[in-house]
């Protein structure tokens, strides 16, 4: 059996995009990241009407709180923040 590895090459479309600032962005691992036992991940979506676009192209701020409640005892909590910008189309 031989292993085949599978190599996306992006399209031009694609490339576009991501040099437009369309791509995943992916926060820093906080220091000690590696030291903890377990991780949980929360995703959170957010589609704009016009007005609310409008609104955020004045101010440019977009403050997002998420509240985590547990069962279980935690000691110890580091965050690290992952963001996309959706190119216009894109799913």
Request: net charge positive.
């Amino acid at each position: 059996m031989t292993n085949q590895a599978m190599i996306h090459i992006p399209t031009l479309g694609e490339r576009i995009r991501w040099g437009l600032g369309f791509k995943f962005h992916r926060g820093e691992d906080p220091e000690g990241a590696e030291k903890m036992s377990g991780w949980m991940m929360t995703t959170a979506s957010f589609h704009f009407d016009i007005l609310d676009r409008l609104r955020l192209l004045l101010t440019g701020r977009l403050h997002i709180q998420i509240a985590q409640h547990t069962n279980v005892q935690v000691d110890t909590s580091i965050n690290r923040v992952d963001y996309v910008i959706k190119a216009p189309g894109e799913r």
